[in-house]
């Protein structure tokens, strides 16, 4: 896969949508994206929708498999522009 640019997450929303755009770039579905993480279909589905909060363990090992990976920087409103 080419390289993907980073999407900030700041909410339950945005994490669901950042899985799915990955999840549909390499054309897996919910279901054979279950199979592989050990995740139920419709725990996908609410996660990309933005309706549960699961385990950072859970959310890691989706990622994992859509070879991606989470990582955490300083927000642009908050690196101190004078």
């Not at 995740?39 to 996908?44: L, V």
């Not at 933005?50 to 950072?56: A, E, I, T, W």
Request: glycine share 8%; aromatic share 2%.
């Amino acid at each position: 896969m080419t390289n993907t640019p980073a999407h900030p997450i700041r909410s339950l929303r945005q994490a669901g949508a950042v899985l799915r755009a990955r999840r549909a770039a390499q054309k897996i579905s919910q279901k054979q994206l279950g199979e592989m993480t050990g995740t139920a279909q419709s725990t996908i589905s609410d996660i990309e929708n933005g309706v549960v909060s699961v385990s950072l363990d859970v959310y890691l090992r989706l990622l994992e498999a859509l070879g991606a990976e989470l990582s955490a920087t300083d927000r642009l409103a908050d690196r101190g522009t004078i």
